[in-house]
């Protein structure tokens, strides 16, 4: 009863933070917006300056909105990895979905002409990378599954992952020696990963997959609990081993892939969130890890977006550079003091 009281306390003091950390972001930025402004647009009052309203509802919301939803799965993403293959440093991204979304767009920006029309003709840039990078981690996906119907062991599937990462690398390697400079350096730009390019039609979008995302992965609690203590364990207490690694891989693969389609490869939190949560909460129950590490993903991505705004300056930092150069230190500080990493 005492544990239970003090999650509950600690969800209470985490969602505190995310709302404290949500208004901080929207007043952040190039233009100033003081907080109790921030908080007066928010309930549907009058601002003093009538700019503010814009700044706030169609940009900087959906942009902390999008914050997040990257965070949040890509953190959860990164749980699933980790428990299903028992390996402290498996990441969302390594089945190869990342690399799938980052071949597409980048067959979309250096391929040919040809290709290149047939996605970007009657839609935005935007939209058309959003297309293209969903169709690649989707085909990758859709191989992944294929494999893991022949492949029994799950450390095999985690290398043959980590082999189609290394294949689709590749080929964006060969596009990108062939390519021009200026192709290059939009596929650069779009590789550095973004939380500010979605329309209020493509957040909608976003929260929809990534709710589903979700969904699968509450599904599949009981199975990832009883997978800590190995698979023949697993299987004795009733689970369908099959059944439970397909929705791990699919619920995986939606969070994945649909953030890197919207938002582009953004490293580190799918990786450490699920650490830090373990470390604070002192649990490996995935009951409590799973609403803790979408809590802390969300605030973590808040945080490197705030920072990566450069308040009061035009220039805006990459987010993949900001989200290791913050959380990596954290990590490892983290790691150090508690001497013990669990699993």
Excluded at 207 to 222: C, D, M, N, Q, T
Aim: hydrophobic share 55%; aromatic share 10%; with cysteine.
């Amino acid at each position: 009863m005492l544990e239970s009281k003090t999650y509950r306390f600690s969800f209470l003091f985490l969602l505190l933070i995310l709302v404290l950390v949500f208004t901080l972001n929207i007043s952040s930025g190039s233009v100033s917006i003081p907080i109790n402004e921030t908080i007066n647009a928010l309930f549907g009052g009058t601002l003093q300056n009538e700019s503010w309203s814009y700044i706030i509802w169609d940009y900087r919301i959906p942009k902390a909105l999008t914050a997040i939803l990257v965070g949040a799965g890509l953190a959860l993403s990164g749980l699933l990895m980790q428990t299903l293959f028992r390996n402290p440093l498996a990441g969302p991204f390594v089945l190869g979905i990342s690399s799938g979304a980052s071949l597409g767009a980048a067959l979309l920006i250096m391929g040919s002409s040809v290709l290149a029309s047939f996605f970007s003709f009657g839609l935005i840039n935007d939209i058309s990378l959003a297309i293209a990078a969903s169709i690649g981690s989707f085909l990758v996906l859709m191989v992944v599954i294929s494999v893991a119907t022949k492949v029994k062991d799950t450390m095999a599937l985690l290398i043959i992952g980590l082999m189609f990462g290394s294949i689709t690398s590749a080929i964006v390697s060969v596009l990108s020696y062939f390519t021009n400079a200026e192709k290059l350096q939009q596929y650069i730009y779009w590789s550095y990963g973004s939380l500010g390019n979605l329309s209020w039609r493509q957040l909608g979008l976003l929260f929809a997959l990534v709710l589903a995302g979700i969904f699968l992965s509450i599904l599949s609690i009981k199975s990832l609990n009883a997978m800590l203590l190995g698979e023949n364990y697993a299987r004795s207490l009733g689970v369908n081993m099959k059944t439970s690694r397909y929705l791990i891989i699919i619920a995986t693969g939606i969070l994945a892939g649909s953030i890197t389609a919207f938002a582009g490869p953004i490293a580190f939190v799918g990786l450490a969130v699920p650490h830090l949560t373990r470390q604070i909460f002192n649990t490996t129950d995935h009951r409590i890890l799973m609403p803790a590490v979408l809590i802390y993903g969300a605030i973590l991505m808040l945080i490197c977006d705030t920072i990566a705004q450069l308040p009061t300056s035009a220039n805006v930092l990459p987010i993949n550079a900001v989200t290791s150069i913050i959380g990596a230190p954290v990590v490892i500080w983290l790691l150090i003091r508690k001497r013990k990493m669990m699993f």
